[in-house]
């Protein structure tokens, strides 16, 4: 089942814009994790965040984390179009990981 | 491996037949997950070792499909007489004690 649920489920800006991506889910957890998929490829892995820490910086990205809303973000800033993905939250509550239903985000020049 | 690996990347099978899938994780890591996505959605959990003892097995949808790690290292995973519902991209994963974990490139297996 599908725990996290991303919000919007698509997502169009122009280049140089910030686009952020919101994720809820629905038990308590161990950390959160943010994937970038292209076009049904593979996925890589952005950032991680625990459940102790509230923001979270990698570059570009900004994650944040409220635990109290069972909530999170992710914030792209200045977005290229090589930033054009589904975006995935993950939820880890023992190892295995709880995905949503992912965000499709277009930049466009 | 720089990466997690997975072999096939492409299978197509008949309805009835056996598949194996295999999966080689990052060097070092001790955990070792598998996952399937179906188009439009995000992965969902199957299966998930540390070395080779088999955590927890509550997503394999049922007794077709099996999992084994057994040197710790590459896992397989094994689907007998597939379905067309099977058809899936099914993904590896590794991880450290750090938690991220690692993708693979996926094996789309198709049925027909």
């Known amino acids: 089942s599908q725990q996290g649920e991303e919000d919007p489920q698509a997502l169009s800006i122009q280049e140089g814009e910030n686009a952020t991506m919101n994720c809820s889910y629905k038990?308590?957890?161990?950390?959160l994790q943010w994937y970038r998929q292209n076009s049904g490829r593979g996925l890589v892995h952005l950032i991680l965040i625990r459940s102790n820490e509230r923001e979270k910086h990698s570059g570009r990205l900004r994650v944040t984390l409220d635990t109290s809303k069972k909530s999170s973000s992710l914030l792209i800033t200045a977005s290229r179009a090589a930033d054009t993905a589904s975006y995935f939250c993950?939820?880890?509550?023992?190892?295995?990981?709880?995905f949503g239903t992912g965000t499709r985000l277009q930049v466009t020049l | 491996g720089a990466g997690v690996s997975q072999s096939p990347r492409y299978k197509v099978t008949k309805r009835g037949q056996d598949v194996a899938l295999r999966c080689d994780p990052i060097?070092?890591?001790?955990?070792l997950y598998w996952y399937r996505q179906a188009l439009g959605q995000g992965p969902e959990f199957l299966t998930y070792?540390?070395?080779?003892?088999?955590?927890?097995k509550s997503g394999l949808p049922n007794d077709r499909f099996s999992a084994e790690r057994p040197e710790g290292s590459i896992s397989t995973l094994t689907i007998q007489r597939t379905e067309q519902r099977d058809s899936a991209m099914y993904r590896c994963?590794?991880?450290?004690?750090?938690?991220?974990?690692?993708f693979g490139p996926g094996t789309r297996l198709t049925v027909l």
């Open positions: 993950a939820t880890d509550a023992g190892r295995k990981l709880t």
């Open positions: 994963a590794s991880s450290s004690i750090a938690d991220e974990q690692f």
């Open positions: 060097s070092g890591h001790v955990s």
């Open positions: 070792f540390n070395y080779e003892a088999q955590q927890d």
């Open positions: 038990t308590s957890i161990n950390n």
